[in-house]
């Protein structure tokens, strides 16, 4: 049997320690051993991802699930018109592509990078293996799966209870709930665009830019450089009643 170069063996190790310190960031694998960790790793693919590259197509027959190791996407649908509804951003440590994985439906939404991004993939059938044979993993997945039910129930009635102008408000309060807090006041940083927002809480740009402005009059909201900056959350909480 022919010797393996220590420059190989040692880039093999590399490569294998990298991926394990990758799946350790993911959350549906936090406190899972090396042992594990390394099982889960030797059946995953490796992608990296340039920025805007789309990753899953709604209707797609990819099935594979997808761990996010560095990076972050967005995950969309066309809405006629030219317009997109965002579904949500998927950063590093979270997961996605699961749904179909599981039904074996297409997928029903487009998921595409907004920066380079680093994902690891496997196949269902792995998938399911793994979700069988380790519980923790099949708890985190199923809070996971009723998680996401909940959100998406409390922003369908967020549209259809909700003036556009009172989504605005509650959108931005998700934001500041992501952003960084100091000095009394919440920077989020790179600020959303006024598309972005209209596309999250089904509205017109026009009317976020016109809402925005207004929240800026009354002290409520300011720009940073590239930050939004909320120096009142508590504020906007009253405002909008949460």
Known sequence: MAAVHPDRLAHNLQVRTSALLGLQKVELFKGLDSFSLREIAAQCKWTRCRRNQYVI?????DRDVYFVIAGQ????????????????????????????????RPHFADVQALHESLLASMSPASFHAIVASHPAVRERLLRRLTGSVRELAD???????????????????????????????????PAPTHSDIASRVGTSREQVTRELSRLARQGLLGREGRALVLPDVAGLERLSGE
């Open 57 to 61: 197509r709604r209707g797609g027959t």
């Open 155 to 189: 922003r369908l009635l967020e549209r259809g209870a909700q003036p556009a102008q009172r989504r605005i408000w509650v959108e931005l309060l998700r934001f500041a709930r992501l952003g960084a807090a100091g000095s009394g006041m919440v920077r989020i940083e």
């Open 73 to 104: 996407l967005r995950v969309t649908a066309a809405a006629g018109r030219g317009r997109r509804i965002i579904f949500c951003d998927v950063a590093a440590g979270e997961v996605f592509g699961e749904h179909s994985a599981i039904d074996g």
